[in-house]
């Protein structure tokens, strides 16, 4: 039997429009170590919500596929990277030209992108990461059969802009479903992707011997999967290591994880998935998996396989959830589960908390029971042995 949990914390923002799976996320878009919410829709309209309100806002982008927060120009602030479906890149910048400073004398919270760019068609993810272990930050986007990488770097025409080496791109067969990128256990970056008739490969990009380019290489043998993968997390913390952890979820409901190219576990979900994410929801050190249905059904999976069940308490179908840290109430980033509904709402449950994924005893928590095996005459106790058992009981369901 499964176990359930509860979350109470809530606060809802309305939005209207249709997304995508990969233009929702968590992030520091205006490097001030606080977490915001950032939404692109369909219709092309991006939202960004910090703390208890819609912060900024910019329209006509496009049909937003995917987006992703991090240093791409390598400069030690973050950018917003908005890709849409019909081939435009933006990025953002937080900047006062960026927000406007007419704008927010009059209280209008408008952005402009601060970069521009022709990509191809149909890119449905993309992440940025130092996948190039150069010390500096790469964008990785899919592309129908392929995986490309682009580099923030001057060009011959003295402006900056991302540039894309032809010979360095990934080509296979199939459609490749998705990508998570994971360090190993000497800080490298890996490359896992997903591909619905082979599994999962795992790639590293070596560079060339002149030092001015890299290849990819495969590092091991391909992961099988039962079914085909439909989204996959890297980098899930562990303790006392640089090497992350890597999961990953199939058609049919299967869920594993893997350390390094050995399986850890593989739990059989009763319900179809089709986000996964990652958070220290026990502050424990380690990241759970955190895996999500289309009726609102999550799952949170620790390192032991233990596991237990949250079901979104509005009795809809959603469409749009990611996990991570967002921060709400003062200045503190805390786990926070973000659900985006046909409704036109976006809830957001903040705080959330649990003690422990795993069953525990008595002898788990720091409760000095020794009193109990005695009777209350002896210790000179006034209470039943009753009366105590309940009092700890209490104090554990309080837990």
Not at 90 to 119: L, M, P
Not at 359 to 377: A, G, K, P, V
Request: charged share 25%.
């Amino acid at each position: 039997m499964v176990r359930r949990v509860s979350f109470v914390q809530r606060k809802t923002f309305n939005f209207t429009g249709s997304l995508l799976p990969e233009a929702i996320t968590l992030a520091d878009f205006d490097n001030d170590s606080r977490n915001e919410l950032i939404i692109g829709s369909v219709e092309g309209d991006l939202s960004i919500f910090q703390g208890e309100e819609l912060k900024w806002t910019a329209s006509n982008l496009g049909m937003v596929s995917c987006l992703a927060v991090g240093d791409i120009k390598n400069k030690g602030a973050n950018s917003l990277v908005l890709i849409t479906g019909e081939g435009i890149c933006y990025t953002f910048d937080y900047h006062a030209k960026a927000v406007g400073e007419e704008a927010n004398k009059t209280d209008k919270k408008t952005i402009t992108h601060s970069y521009k760019q022709r990509f191809p068609l149909n890119i449905k993810q993309c992440i940025i990461s130092d996948i190039t272990n150069r010390g500096g930050k790469d964008l990785l986007v899919i592309l129908d059969t392929n995986v490309r990488v682009y580099t923030w770097r001057d060009t011959c025409d003295q402006e900056q802009k991302l540039v894309h080496n032809e010979k360095q791109y990934l080509n296979f067969d199939a459609q490749v479903d998705a990508i998570t990128v994971n360090t190993d256990e000497r800080g490298e970056q890996l490359l896992f992707v997903c591909i619905p008739s082979e599994g999962i490969r795992i790639l590293k990009a070596a560079t060339t011997p002149d030092g001015t380019s890299f290849r990819w290489e495969p590092v091991t043998l391909t992961l099988g999967a039962t079914a085909p993968v439909t989204d996959a997390i890297g980098n899930i913390k562990k303790r006392d290591s640089v090497e992350g952890l890597v999961s990953y979820v199939s058609l049919d409901g299967v869920l594993k994880m893997y350390e390094g190219d050995e399986e850890k576990w593989s739990l059989q979900l009763d319900k179809p998935i089709f986000a996964l994410g990652k958070t220290d929801i026990d502050s424990d050190i380690t990241e759970e998996v955190v895996a999500c249905s289309w009726d609102g059904y999550t799952f949170f999976v620790d390192h032991h396989r233990n596991f237990v069940m949250y079901k979104f308490d509005e009795p809809v179908a959603i469409r749009g959830f990611c996990v991570g840290k967002y921060s709400l109430v003062g200045s503190k980033n805390l786990p926070t589960l973000v659900y985006v509904t046909f409704q036109g709402q976006v809830i957001v449950y903040y705080d959330v908390e649990l003690t422990s994924l795993g069953i525990m005893t008595l002898n788990d928590y720091d409760l000095d029971i020794s009193h109990l095996s005695s009777s209350s005459h002896d210790n000179g106790s006034t209470e039943s042995r009753a009366q105590c058992i309940r009092k700890l009981l209490h104090r554990v369901s309080l837990d």
